[in-house]
């Protein structure tokens, strides 16, 4: 079966400071996958999404970037991090059908 | 423009009640739409989803929703709510195709009262 793995759970950076945050998916092969923000009273945000490796796509221009330098591997990053960075970030992937699966999430907290 | 609308922001009801959270949707084509819960600090798990075909879906914890293409509705609805039901829960719609991408519901909060 297939499965998601994202970290770190939980992360405390100041402004300023670099970040990454991974996600790989075992068990399935050239999945589409997505980076999700959810902030405070705002639902869920697509950010990025990806169909297969190098290639990305952005929904909203912001502070972040996103990466995918494996088939199975989506990594978020930013080189500055800023206070609205804040969130909890979902990543999620979908292969074939039409149902999207989501990880158990990262919280970023910027200081 | 595609959106989801969950018009109630928190709902309360009382344990062993019956529920129904409300989603209304504005999509171009045939949707495909999804409930999705969320507990405290978790990721998203997938209740139920809607593609073709029947109407009325049934999901995962005795949840199940119905399809209204006139309303452009897709509520979610349980006989008899449990204190484990608390939960955030977000309607989403998507159309499918290569992104495959997901527009979200600004989700309710589910609290359950003993």
């Known amino acids: 079966s297939q499965t998601i793995h994202q970290w770190p759970a939980t992360l405390v950076q100041p402004v300023g400071s670099p970040l990454s945050l991974e996600c790989t998916v075992e068990g399935t092969s050239n999945p589409n996958l997505y980076w999700y923000r959810q902030a405070a009273g705002r639902g869920l945000q697509l950010l990025f999404y990806?169909?297969?490796?190098?290639?990305i796509s952005s929904e909203v221009p912001q502070n972040l970037s996103a990466s995918r330098p494996q088939d199975r591997q989506f990594i978020l990053s930013s080189k500055k991090l800023l206070l609205s960075d804040s969130g909890f970030y979902l990543c999620?992937?979908?292969?074939?059908?039409?149902?999207?699966?989501f990880g158990e999430g990262s919280w970023l907290t910027v200081v | 423009a595609q959106s989801v609308t969950q018009p109630d922001i928190h709902i309360t009801v009382s344990e062993g009640a019956s529920l129904e959270l409300r989603c209304n949707y504005s999509?171009?084509?045939?949707?495909?739409l999804f409930w999705y819960v969320q507990s405290p600090g978790q990721g998203l798990q997938l209740l139920l989803k809607y593609f073709s075909g029947d109407t009325l879906v049934q999901g995962i914890k005795g949840f199940e929703a119905e399809f209204k293409r006139s309303q452009s509705s897709f509520n979610l609805r349980k006989p008899s709510v449990h204190w484990s039901d608390a939960a955030e829960y977000y309607c989403?719609?998507?159309?499918?195709?290569?992104?495959?991408?997901?527009?979200f519901g600004k989700g309710t909060k589910l609290s359950v009262k003993p």
């Open positions: 989403a719609v998507g159309g499918g195709g290569s992104q495959g991408n997901l527009i």
């Open positions: 999509y171009g084509a045939t949707p495909y």
């Open positions: 999620a992937w979908k292969r074939g059908g039409n149902t999207i699966y």
């Open positions: 990806s169909v297969g490796i190098g290639q």
